[in-house]
């Protein structure tokens, strides 16, 4: 007969916030069993950062988060703040790096396994135990705790945490899980979909780019309001890089993107210069200089600038400012969860709190993590996310 255990805590998902919410508790003296289908914990956080893991931003803010619910965050970030993640990393002698501004990585001997072997070495100390390739087949309400049928066998708890995060990349075991739980308890569930995620283009538009596929480039995009500036990737498929990503989560099907190829640079000053100075050259000779080759032998393609820049009228070189600032293309769709680093939408907020993660409608429940209704830009802020919901629901599960 299957084997019944009770336990204090059950946390499933062991990602980032499960095991920081496991280890948080155990130091409390709870007894903890942290769960996961997986045959390894930590798997996106083994594969974020290209391997060196972005684990947090310096200059978090609620700011950097999309919620239906944006006042969710905020206790929540100034609990565990990004400083609190650093100092345990300096504790176990990880060395880190600040890529861009605020942006901090793994050193160049350390990779993404360094912050799971960390996590995993600090659970240990606390006492929690990990079981993994265990799939939790029915939750139950019991009294003032909860009965869980699982691959190996019954639990019973009297806390129960779910962080099993969103649907994206579902290659990494991701999977709707925690939206079903909260729907069974009741909880209402945001519709959700991809975001951070790279933009397909139509069939016509990625022949005429399939060219630049490899080749990045400096860009500022714009669509609904918002405005990223970083580096744009040319792809076989369509567009990504940070740029990209970045205003993914803002993009609706069917808008159109606004793309400025050379924001820092006032163009129409710099090409009336141009051709003052150098009257018989082209503008691909000054595109040059300011954009990758293939970039630039396209957008002459593109836009039919023919001819010496000497016989380009100021109206007409304001136009191909216009042209190089105001490039707009309207994407095909996104690559979907298969590629997208978080899941937009989620368990609404607005029924668990948020001191405590716990519902407020099921004593003993409680959500963290990607799963919620709260998503971070780019850089570092959903590993933050996810130290924060771990920590603060640690303290009382």
């Known amino acids: 007969m299957p084997k019944t255990e009770s336990i204090d805590v059950v946390i499933i998902g062991a990602g980032a ?62 609990r565990y703040t990004p400083h609190d993640f650093v100092e345990l990393v300096e504790r176990h002698g990880i060395d880190y790096v600040e890529k861009a501004p605020g942006q901090l990585f793994c050193g160049d001997d350390f990779k993404s396994r360094a912050i799971v072997r960390m996590l995993l070495t600090e659970c240990e100390w606390a006492g929690v135990t990990v079981r993994l390739d265990t799939s939790v087949e029915s939750i139950e309400r019991l009294g003032e705790g909860f009965a869980l049928r699982t691959s190996g066998g019954t639990l019973h708890c009297e806390s129960l945490v779910i962080a099993s995060g969103g649907l994206s990349v579902p290659t990494m075991g991701a999977s709707g899980f925690g939206y079903q739980v909260a729907r069974q308890f009741g909880l209402e569930v945001l519709p959700t979909r991809a975001g951070l995620v790279p933009f397909t283009l139509h069939p016509e538009q990625k022949q005429h780019f399939a060219p630049l596929s490899g080749v990045a480039c400096e860009v500022a995009v714009h669509c609904r309001g918002q405005r990223f500036q970083e580096p744009m990737l040319f792809t076989h498929r369509g567009l990504s890089g940070p740029a990209m990503l970045q205003i993914s989560s803002f993009w609706e099907p069917g808008d159109a993107l606004c793309v400025d190829l050379l924001p820092s640079l006032p163009v129409a000053s710099q090409l009336s210069h141009y051709r003052n100075r150098q009257p018989r050259n082209t503008l691909l000779h000054w595109l040059y200089q300011q954009l990758p080759k293939r970039v630039a032998q396209t957008l002459v393609e593109l836009h039919q600038w023919d001819g010496p820049v000497q016989a380009y009228s100021n109206e007409q ?60 830009e780019l850089g570092g802020f959903n590993f933050q996310w996810a130290w924060a919901s771990g920590f603060c629901a640690g303290q009382v599960v």
């Not at 400012?321 to 105001?326: G, I, K, N, S, V």
Request: net charge positive; glycine share 12%; proline share 4%.
């Open 17 to 78: 916030a499960g095991l920081m919410c496991a280890l948080t508790a155990g130091y409390r003296g709870r007894r903890v069993l942290l769960l996961d289908h997986a045959n390894k914990p930590g798997k996106k956080i083994l594969m974020s950062g290209g391997g060196r893991c972005n684990f947090t931003h310096l200059h978090t803010t609620p700011g950097h988060f999309r919620s239906d619910n944006p006042a969710f965050c905020i206790s929540a970030l100034r």
């Open 317 to 376: 070189l304001q136009l191909v400012e216009q042209q190089l600032r105001e490039w707009a293309i309207k994407p095909a769709g996104t690559e979907g969860y298969r590629t997208a680093e978080v899941t937009l939408g989620g368990v609404d907020t607005r029924r668990i709190s948020s001191k405590t993660f716990a519902c407020d409608t099921v004593p003993g429940l409680y959500f963290i993590g990607e799963v919620l209704d709260v998503t971070g």
